[in-house]
Protein backbone atom coordinates (compact mmCIF):
# COMPACT_ATOMS: atom_id res chain seq x y z
CA UNK A 1 0.00 0.00 0.00
CA UNK A 2 1.12 3.06 -1.21
CA UNK A 3 -1.06 4.83 1.58
CA UNK A 4 -1.79 8.81 1.15
CA UNK A 5 0.32 10.67 -1.59
CA UNK A 6 0.64 14.08 -2.18
CA UNK A 7 1.68 15.86 -5.50
CA UNK A 8 3.45 18.17 -5.81
CA UNK A 9 5.80 18.35 -3.01
CA UNK A 10 6.36 21.80 -3.43
CA UNK A 11 5.01 24.88 -5.41
CA UNK A 12 5.53 28.28 -5.70
CA UNK A 13 2.91 30.32 -7.85
CA UNK A 14 2.03 34.25 -8.18
CA UNK A 15 -0.77 36.05 -7.04
CA UNK A 16 -4.04 35.27 -8.52
CA UNK A 17 -2.39 32.14 -10.08
CA UNK A 18 -4.84 29.14 -9.59
CA UNK A 19 -3.62 25.34 -9.30
CA UNK A 20 -4.90 22.12 -8.01
CA UNK A 21 -2.60 20.11 -5.04
CA UNK A 22 -3.26 16.34 -6.08
CA UNK A 23 -4.35 13.48 -3.02
CA UNK A 24 -4.90 9.78 -3.44
CA UNK A 25 -5.62 7.09 -1.00
CA UNK A 26 -5.58 3.25 -2.08
CA UNK A 27 -6.62 2.11 1.67
CA UNK A 28 -10.43 2.65 0.73
CA UNK A 29 -10.90 4.95 3.32
CA UNK A 30 -14.47 6.86 3.03
CA UNK A 31 -13.36 9.60 5.01
CA UNK A 32 -10.55 12.78 3.38
CA UNK A 33 -9.76 15.55 4.80
CA UNK A 34 -7.36 19.02 3.76
CA UNK A 35 -5.41 20.70 6.52
CA UNK A 36 -3.40 23.53 6.35
CA UNK A 37 -0.34 23.87 8.87
CA UNK A 38 1.05 27.33 9.54
CA UNK A 39 3.24 28.41 11.75
CA UNK A 40 2.81 28.82 15.91
CA UNK A 41 -0.89 27.13 14.78
CA UNK A 42 -2.26 24.04 15.03
CA UNK A 43 -3.13 22.22 12.21
CA UNK A 44 -6.68 23.63 10.82
CA UNK A 45 -9.40 21.98 8.53
CA UNK A 46 -10.04 23.12 5.40
CA UNK A 47 -12.92 20.68 3.47
CA UNK A 48 -13.47 17.14 4.34
CA UNK A 49 -15.30 14.42 2.78
CA UNK A 50 -17.37 11.32 4.13
CA UNK A 51 -17.91 9.37 0.99
CA UNK A 52 -17.67 10.06 -2.51
CA UNK A 53 -20.17 12.69 -3.57
CA UNK A 54 -20.14 14.20 -0.15
CA UNK A 55 -17.84 17.16 0.72
CA UNK A 56 -18.18 19.72 3.00
CA UNK A 57 -16.71 23.17 4.58
CA UNK A 58 -14.06 22.80 7.54
CA UNK A 59 -12.82 25.74 9.48
CA UNK A 60 -11.29 27.60 6.84
CA UNK A 61 -12.02 27.11 3.61
CA UNK A 62 -12.31 30.24 2.36
CA UNK A 63 -10.60 30.53 -1.19
CA UNK A 64 -10.74 26.36 -1.72
CA UNK A 65 -12.63 24.16 -3.61
CA UNK A 66 -12.32 20.22 -3.07
CA UNK A 67 -14.62 17.43 -5.25
CA UNK A 68 -14.82 14.05 -3.98
CA UNK A 69 -15.87 12.13 -7.43
CA UNK A 70 -14.13 8.80 -6.57
CA UNK A 71 -13.01 7.19 -3.24
CA UNK A 72 -9.49 7.82 -4.06
CA UNK A 73 -9.00 11.25 -5.12
CA UNK A 74 -9.21 13.96 -3.39
CA UNK A 75 -7.74 17.35 -5.14
CA UNK A 76 -8.00 20.73 -3.65
CA UNK A 77 -8.08 23.38 -5.61
CA UNK A 78 -6.77 27.40 -5.15
CA UNK A 79 -8.74 29.17 -6.87
CA UNK A 80 -6.64 32.62 -6.76
CA UNK A 81 -3.67 32.15 -4.90
CA UNK A 82 -3.25 34.85 -2.32
CA UNK A 83 0.46 35.16 0.15
CA UNK A 84 -1.86 34.28 2.90
CA UNK A 85 -2.51 30.66 1.24
CA UNK A 86 1.06 30.19 1.93
CA UNK A 87 1.64 27.27 3.98
CA UNK A 88 1.86 23.55 4.26
CA UNK A 89 -0.97 21.05 2.95
CA UNK A 90 -1.73 17.62 4.26
CA UNK A 91 -4.41 15.58 2.85
CA UNK A 92 -5.33 12.53 5.40
CA UNK A 93 -7.84 10.16 5.49
CA UNK A 94 -9.74 7.66 7.50
CA UNK A 95 -12.43 4.70 7.95
CA UNK A 96 -14.34 7.38 9.24
CA UNK A 97 -14.08 10.66 11.07
CA UNK A 98 -13.71 9.14 14.18
CA UNK A 99 -11.03 6.62 13.50
CA UNK A 100 -6.92 7.57 13.04
CA UNK A 101 -6.24 9.68 10.05
CA UNK A 102 -3.25 8.58 7.66
CA UNK A 103 -1.35 11.85 6.46
CA UNK A 104 -0.04 12.57 3.24
CA UNK A 105 3.96 13.72 2.76
CA UNK A 106 2.55 17.31 2.81
CA UNK A 107 2.59 19.94 -0.26
CA UNK A 108 4.55 23.46 0.69
CA UNK A 109 3.44 26.25 -1.26
CA UNK A 110 4.39 29.54 -1.29
CA UNK A 111 2.30 32.41 -3.10
CA UNK A 112 4.69 35.18 -3.64
CA UNK B 1 -14.28 27.57 22.63
CA UNK B 2 -12.61 24.37 21.76
CA UNK B 3 -9.44 24.72 22.55
CA UNK B 4 -6.28 22.47 23.08
CA UNK B 5 -3.01 23.59 24.79
CA UNK B 6 0.63 22.28 25.00
CA UNK B 7 3.19 23.04 26.68
CA UNK B 8 5.68 23.30 26.67
CA UNK B 9 6.47 24.54 23.46
CA UNK B 10 9.98 23.46 22.83
CA UNK B 11 12.06 21.06 24.42
CA UNK B 12 15.82 19.93 24.22
CA UNK B 13 16.81 16.94 26.51
CA UNK B 14 20.06 14.25 26.46
CA UNK B 15 19.54 11.06 24.49
CA UNK B 16 18.56 8.35 27.63
CA UNK B 17 16.57 10.52 29.49
CA UNK B 18 12.85 10.52 30.18
CA UNK B 19 10.53 13.68 29.07
CA UNK B 20 6.72 14.26 29.56
CA UNK B 21 4.47 16.85 27.60
CA UNK B 22 1.77 18.18 28.77
CA UNK B 23 -1.84 18.60 26.84
CA UNK B 24 -4.68 20.42 28.18
CA UNK B 25 -7.79 20.85 26.11
CA UNK B 26 -11.80 22.76 26.73
CA UNK B 27 -13.10 20.78 23.61
CA UNK B 28 -16.38 19.20 24.97
CA UNK B 29 -18.29 16.78 24.34
CA UNK B 30 -15.08 14.71 24.26
CA UNK B 31 -14.85 12.08 22.24
CA UNK B 32 -11.05 10.77 22.09
CA UNK B 33 -7.62 11.92 22.86
CA UNK B 34 -4.61 11.30 20.10
CA UNK B 35 -1.03 11.86 20.35
CA UNK B 36 0.45 12.76 16.89
CA UNK B 37 4.42 12.44 16.11
CA UNK B 38 5.30 14.14 13.25
CA UNK B 39 8.70 14.43 11.68
CA UNK B 40 10.12 17.55 10.45
CA UNK B 41 9.07 17.50 6.61
CA UNK B 42 6.46 15.05 7.10
CA UNK B 43 2.88 14.31 7.77
CA UNK B 44 1.83 13.34 11.44
CA UNK B 45 1.37 9.88 12.55
CA UNK B 46 -0.93 8.45 15.29
CA UNK B 47 1.05 7.52 18.63
CA UNK B 48 -1.99 6.42 20.46
CA UNK B 49 -5.54 6.98 20.98
CA UNK B 50 -7.44 7.28 24.41
CA UNK B 51 -11.58 7.35 24.98
CA UNK B 52 -13.32 8.79 28.12
CA UNK B 53 -12.66 5.85 30.22
CA UNK B 54 -8.83 5.12 29.60
CA UNK B 55 -6.52 6.44 31.60
CA UNK B 56 -3.48 5.13 30.33
CA UNK B 57 -2.05 3.79 27.23
CA UNK B 58 1.49 2.57 25.88
CA UNK B 59 3.30 2.28 23.15
CA UNK B 60 6.18 0.74 23.08
CA UNK B 61 8.18 3.76 24.89
CA UNK B 62 5.59 6.34 24.57
CA UNK B 63 2.97 6.33 27.42
CA UNK B 64 -0.10 8.66 27.23
CA UNK B 65 -2.25 9.18 30.27
CA UNK B 66 -5.44 10.85 30.04
CA UNK B 67 -7.51 12.58 33.68
CA UNK B 68 -10.80 13.75 31.56
CA UNK B 69 -11.74 15.26 34.99
CA UNK B 70 -9.31 17.87 34.62
CA UNK B 71 -9.40 17.76 30.96
CA UNK B 72 -5.17 17.04 31.01
CA UNK B 73 -3.16 14.81 29.10
CA UNK B 74 0.11 13.57 28.92
CA UNK B 75 2.71 12.09 26.83
CA UNK B 76 5.84 10.16 28.76
CA UNK B 77 8.35 9.50 26.87
CA UNK B 78 11.04 6.50 28.10
CA UNK B 79 14.98 6.20 27.34
CA UNK B 80 14.78 8.83 24.34
CA UNK B 81 16.73 8.35 21.47
CA UNK B 82 17.23 10.49 18.95
CA UNK B 83 14.90 9.46 16.29
CA UNK B 84 12.39 11.11 19.22
CA UNK B 85 13.19 14.22 18.00
CA UNK B 86 9.98 15.53 16.42
CA UNK B 87 6.81 18.00 17.02
CA UNK B 88 4.29 15.90 19.42
CA UNK B 89 0.69 17.02 18.33
CA UNK B 90 -2.38 16.29 20.89
CA UNK B 91 -5.77 15.59 19.18
CA UNK B 92 -9.06 16.01 20.53
CA UNK B 93 -11.99 14.86 19.19
CA UNK B 94 -15.58 15.87 20.04
CA UNK B 95 -19.03 14.58 18.73
CA UNK B 96 -20.80 17.53 16.86
CA UNK B 97 -23.88 17.21 14.95
CA UNK B 98 -23.55 13.49 13.86
CA UNK B 99 -20.14 13.63 13.30
CA UNK B 100 -16.63 14.02 14.67
CA UNK B 101 -14.68 17.11 14.73
CA UNK B 102 -11.10 17.14 15.82
CA UNK B 103 -9.15 20.22 17.05
CA UNK B 104 -5.43 19.95 17.00
CA UNK B 105 -2.57 21.67 19.42
CA UNK B 106 0.07 23.82 18.20
CA UNK B 107 2.95 20.71 18.97
CA UNK B 108 6.04 20.36 21.19
CA UNK B 109 9.14 20.64 19.65
CA UNK B 110 11.32 18.13 20.97
CA UNK B 111 15.18 17.55 20.23
CA UNK B 112 17.13 14.98 21.82
CA UNK B 113 20.60 15.65 21.52
CA UNK B 114 23.66 13.14 21.91
Known amino acids: NAGVTQTPKFQVLKTGQSMTLQCAQD?????MSWYRQDPGMGLRLIHY???????DQGEVPNGYNVSRSTTEDFPLRLLSAAPSQTSVYFC???????????FGPGTRLTVL | KNQVEQSPQSLIILEGKNCTLQ??????????LRWYKQDTGRGPVSLTI?????NTKSNGRYTATLDADTKQSSLHITASQLSDSASYICVVSRHSGGYQKVTFGIGTKLQVIP
Open chain 1, 27 to 31: MNHEY
Open chain 1, 92 to 102: ASSYAASDTQY
Open chain 1, 49 to 55: SVGAGIT
Open chain 2, 50 to 54: MTFSE
Open chain 2, 23 to 32: CNYTVSPFSN
